[in-house]
Nanobody, 119 residues
Framework: QVQFVESGGGLVQPGGSWRLSCAAF????????RAWHRQAPGKQRELVAR???????NYADSVKGRFTISRDNAKNTVYLQMNSLKPEDTAVYYC?????????????WGQGTRVAVSS
């Protein structure tokens, strides 16, 4: 049974740094590109960053230069290092495969981890 377990969310001040982790279970981790998405209050979920199986990364313009996605295939874990955080980065962050993992006919999502950027 597949599981994506996001962790590391919290409250951080503007300008601060934070790191999120996401462990994957039930998939052959190294066979998938991975991605981080986020959903801010009242907004649609958006793609934040992705990393290919070979480690090539891409970022949304809103986080480019501030966020870094990385992966550790030995630990079945993907990370999101977030620097120079802004209040508009406040959201629930989700990890997934890229493209999004499907179970049956439905997109699978973990529970997410909440990041709040506020003074």
């Amino acid at each position: 049974q597949v599981q994506f377990v996001e962790s590391g969310g919290g409250l951080v001040q503007p300008g601060g740094s934070w790191r999120l982790s996401c462990a994957a279970f039930g998939i052959i981790f190294k066979m998938y590109a991975r991605a981080w998405h986020r959903q801010a209050p009242g907004k649609q979920r958006e793609l934040v960053a992705r990393i290919s199986r070979g480690g090539i990364t891409n970022y949304a313009d809103s986080v480019k230069g501030r966020f870094t996605i990385s992966r550790d295939n030995a630990k079945n874990t993907v990370y999101l290092q977030m620097n120079s955080l802004k209040p508009e980065d406040t959201a629930v962050y989700y990890c997934n495969t890229e493209p999004i993992y499907v179970v049956g006919h439905n997109d699978y999502w973990g529970q997410g981890t909440r990041v709040a950027v506020s003074s």
